[in-house]
């Protein structure tokens, strides 16, 4: 589907990409979550689908409500991106000129 998205994507167009994300416990139990992610495996599919600038729109796991607890799981979100990451999305920017493989 990434393929066929980045193919009739216009040059200089974006594709927006949300999705489960593995390392949360509570999407792995949902039964129509069939493809989920880890930070990185998402922006490898993405780049696999064709040449593009990624920009990554993902947040961290919270550990909890309270402020010390937020601010550790940011510090620890950015330590670790792919293994604390509560969402797996992306924006893939196809390149103005489309050059083929």
């Not at 040059?11 to 999407?27: E, I, K, T, Y």
């Not at 493809?35 to 729109?57: E, H």
């Not at 947040?59 to 293994?83: I, K, N, T």
Request: aromatic share 8%; proline share 10%.
């Amino acid at each position: 589907m990434l393929a066929e998205s980045y193919r009739v994507l216009m040059p200089g167009g974006a594709l927006l990409v949300f999705s489960p994300s593995a390392p949360d416990a509570s999407q792995r139990g949902e039964p129509s979550h069939t493809n989920l992610y880890t930070r990185v495996s998402l922006q490898a599919a993405v780049r696999a689908a064709g040449p593009v600038k990624l920009l990554p729109l993902d947040s961290p796991l919270l550990l909890g409500s309270a402020r010390a607890l937020r601010y550790l799981s940011w510090a620890l979100f950015r330590a670790f991106p792919d293994r604390r990451s509560r969402t797996a999305n992306c924006v893939g920017y196809k390149p103005e000129e489309d050059t083929p493989a």
